[in-house]
């Protein structure tokens, strides 16, 4: 491997685990926290929900800025939008905003700014709300992923002993 090689392959690898973070905090949070927390004693409840929030805060800052940056070292350095038919070019469009959207609500509501503050009484919504704009996200990549192969008519890879259905044929 090259440098360059290596260099794609480091922004690849932090670009998926962020996307995985982005989109297991969210349901995580949705799904399991919020319904945990509210059985608490209030008091307990706060104090917990400041000091998880305090490193979270942290954390998600830094997955925000390496999903940015290699995002898009990946999109100018190696798909090359220009290139890409208008399909691709859509998804790329609706997945950037998905994500930016994404980034906003998950800092709301892990933020301090009392401008925020109605999105932190109802975080439980906006959880639901940024889980689903998660999971946009991932369908734009899995669709983005799919018209990319389509296109330079590479075979996908399947699980093991399932048929591909171009090979069924």
């Not at 800052?61 to 898009?72: D, E, K």
């Not at 906006?126 to 008519?153: E, N, P, Y």
Request: net charge positive; with cysteine; aromatic share 10%.
């Amino acid at each position: 491997m090259n440098v360059h090689e290596v260099v794609m392959l480091a922004m690849r690898w932090l670009h998926l685990v962020g996307a995985c973070v982005l989109v297991g905090a969210p349901i995580f949070m949705w799904l399991v926290l919020e319904p945990a927390m509210a059985q608490i004693d209030s008091g307990i409840r706060d104090a917990m929900q400041n000091r998880i929030m305090r490193g979270w805060r942290m954390f998600l800052g830094l997955v925000i800025l390496t999903q940015i940056v290699s995002g898009f070292y990946w999109l100018f350095e190696v798909v090359h939008i220009a290139h890409q038919p208008p399909v691709y070019q859509m998804l790329l469009g609706v997945k950037m905003l998905a994500a930016f959207v994404l980034f906003f609500l998950l800092s709301v509501l892990a933020g301090r700014a009392k401008s925020f503050e109605i999105f932190r009484r109802q975080s439980r919504r906006w959880l639901g709300v940024a889980a689903i704009t998660a999971l946009l996200v991932v369908f734009c990549a899995s669709a983005m992923r799919i018209s990319d192969a389509q296109r330079h008519h590479v075979e996908l890879p399947t699980a093991p002993g399932v048929v591909s259905p171009a090979l069924a044929k």
